[in-house]
């Protein structure tokens, strides 16, 4: 760290960005023109207090890691994102949620500190109680108040490495909003894959899936000697050269529907961990299967009251643009937290995948945000690309403030991003 | 691998990936280099991984009035003695233009070559006194022949292969068994940035290919595989050619 210290003062790039497994889906992990510090030697576990399952690694280690090494030794990670190949500098920098958000929260809510180098060369050691504010301007602080050295946070343990799931199919958006907050008593996990090829009476038609850490006695039989083991999945990968043009509204349209009727209502099915969290892992490179052009997620948040009609007003506008979103996952929130630009709001978060055809994404992206904005919600920034510093202002009222506590903490401008000069976060140079 | 197994360069990109290569496989280790911080937290990430023993201790190559020392410490850290010694130590210069650099052209000889031989001679008589043991040296293709531009650092990588070599020799008979390995360009802190690199190499793969060699009881092994033809072919050029090659 006294190496990267130094070379950050010297500042022959003008600023730096860290860097973890470059999962964000827009420009959180780029620094256009600039310097970007590879986290991937920083990978390393420092402590374990399996009294508590309290962890202490380095930032860049990737959570397939912990999974990897503490999985088998009956502890699992209280909040998970879609994927595992992400850090857990980026999962902080992210704040990120996974299918529990309605019951536990987001990642930092499992966080119990974490070492900040900052511009000023001092490593800053941060928490609830020690410099909380940098502490909460870090969380959902897109790597733009420093370098997150370490990280310690709390596992959660289980019994098994398998999960119980309930399936539910709802005919239309009301049915899942139903299904959703029917979850928020009763499942530790919930999510709703929504057919976004569905229109008209069938809008926002979905599978809701429901799932707990199965006990070592709900497995089955086979199962129970070894509970803690994992499959092996064998990963596929797409090929580069996979041709796009296969994945299209009407292919997906008769896939989602044929999937929807024939997907049966099912409860106590018993299903491994990896297959629950990360089902497109599975797939290496699945982004891929859009061909060369790829791929846009957008992920937005709607608060309680606005959450039919904002879902609602969004799929219609993408259909009525003639994008339809292929997929959409709806997942509850609970209370937000207190990250100064964390995403999580109390309401419903929409997640949309859609083909990046046609010219000008970036103008109907905008008519999204203006339906997001106008709702109450906001854009989640790890997923976003096209957000004005306008829009996002009015999105984040924390910015302000984040503005400030970053000041303090990097008065030089060392720590910079493309996103956050486009964001207004920091000054361009 | 089974016992306890010394690297000596253990923050080195190489010297980290064979620790936890061998850590996976079961070894215990004890871990050798300058920064001891560094050191430490590559140890503690072997023991919460593989849950293997891992000691470390502080080494300078150039400190060679403390090498007695340094290598009875290592030998005390293994609960039965050292099965194994890996030397990943390494120094690269500056390219050798400019005036003669007597401090640069001490440190390449020193760190590449005779800090190498201090460690490794004191380690050839432990275990040739228990009758059980290796010796993995890590050299370079540069070592083979020898390039312009950083010549001094080939010489000292020429004079540990024929210390490897003659060491092999010594210790017929004794149950030691000497490794010599010759890696192409690797990707770790040494080469990094540097220009007309090719063929690079992952220390990952490079550890990899030493484990499966120690394993099997090779003599000498060049990483990737293909380097053998390689230098084969360039150990071929007659001199005259060779000069004007510029290679």
Redesign the interface.
Known sequence: MAATARVLAEGGQGSYLARGLGRAYGDAALNEGAGVVSFELLDRLLEFDPADGSLLCEGGTSLSRILEVFVPRGWFLPVTPGTQHVTVAGAVASDVHGKNHHRDGSFSAFVTGLELLTGTGELLDCSRTKAPEAFWATVGGMGLTGFIRSVRLRLRPIESAWMRVDVRRARDLDATLEALEAADRSATYSVAWIDGTAAGPSLGRSIVTYGEHALADQLPPRLRHQPLAAPARRARTVPHSFPGWLLNRASVGLFNRAYWSRHPERDGQIVDYPSFFYPLDVLHAWHRLYGRRGFVQYQAVFPPLAVREGVTALLETSRDAGRTAYLGVLKHFGPAGEGLLSFPLEGATLALDFPHRGRDFAAFARRLDEIVARHGGRVYLAKDAFLSAATFAAMYPGADRFRQVRQGLDPQGLFSSSLGRRLGLVESP | MKGTVLIVGATSGIGRALAVRLAASGAGLVLAGRNTDELE??A??CR??FGVPVAIQAFEARNFAQHGHFYESCERAAPEGLDGVILCIGYLGPTDEGPFDDGEAARTLDVNFVGCVSVLERAARAMAARRHGFLCVVSSVAGDRIRRGRFLYGVAKAALNRFAEAQRAALAGTGVRVLLVKPGPVDTRMTYGLPGMALMASPEQVAGDIHRALRAGETIVYTPWFWRWIMALIKMVPEPIFRRLRL
């Open positions: 937290r590559t503690s990430d919460l991984r």
